[in-house]
């Protein structure tokens, strides 16, 4: 999350860089529309587990109940994870962690170190309306997290985290068609990162 990595001058490359990954093809061709023209962003085909990055993406639910989709997915690659999220959601959101808020736990392993997140939905297993904006939501929590938040330890996340893998927003379980996710992310992308890129 560094807030220096958005748009950088003169065509350099960014230090921050935002892997959008996805196992189908509608999904990753969704995510290579929006990445072509945005420096910071790159697309994987394939598992968010196989990229060395710092910090994945869990589109969760508010309670942090991770028993499906992605999230069962990082429980079992992460088995102390779900544990973290929970206490984390009950020590700093009362138990109840909003859509568009997002938090930052360790993984228990070395790669990647951290999980950012990101709930997409307020119930596990929800279905998402067809008009929703909760993908755009959860980006741009993770994304302002990102940008401006600061460790305990007091540095900023964007000097400890340098890349993020991120899977299709509500595409899964909540129903999210891949082109609305892929717009919605790329609109969040804009306004976190352009507005620092001002500062």
Same mark, same amino acid.
């Given at each position: 999350m560094t807030a220096? @990595?958005?748009?950088?001058?003169e065509g350099a490359e960014p230090e921050l860089q935002l892997v959008l990954c996805a196992l189908d093809?509608?999904?990753?061709?969704?995510?290579?529309?929006?990445?072509?023209?945005?420096?910071?962003?790159?697309v994987h085909r394939g598992s968010v587990l196989d990229l060395s990055v710092d910090a994945v993406v869990s589109p969760a639910n508010s309670y942090g109940w991770m028993r499906g989709g992605i999230d069962a997915v990082y429980a079992r690659a992460f088995p102390e994870v779900e544990e973290q999220v929970r206490s984390a959601v009950l020590a700093y959101h009362g138990g109840e962690l909003p859509?568009?808020?997002?938090?930052?736990?360790p993984t228990g392993v070395p790669n990647p170190i951290w999980l950012i997140s990101a709930p997409t939905m307020?119930?596990?297993?929800?279905?998402?309306p067809a008009d929703t904006v909760h993908p755009y939501l959860a980006a741009r929590a993770v994304l302002r997290l990102w940008a401006s938040a600061v460790l305990e330890s007091g540095a900023l996340v964007r000097q400890?985290?340098? @890349?993020?893998?991120?899977?299709g927003l509500g595409?899964?379980?909540?129903?999210?068609?891949?082109?609305?996710?892929?717009?919605?992310?790329?609109?969040?992308?804009?306004?976190v990162?352009?507005?620092?890129?001002?500062r």
């Open positions: 220096d @990595s958005g748009r950088s001058s093809e509608p999904l990753a061709a969704a995510w290579q529309e929006i990445a072509d023209d945005r420096a910071g962003l790159a859509v568009g808020e997002a938090l930052l736990v307020r119930e596990p297993g929800e279905r998402l400890v985290v340098r @890349s993020i893998a991120m899977p595409t899964g379980v909540g129903g999210v068609a891949p082109e609305l996710c892929a717009r919605q992310i790329a609109a969040a992308w804009d306004e990162f352009t507005r620092v890129d001002q």
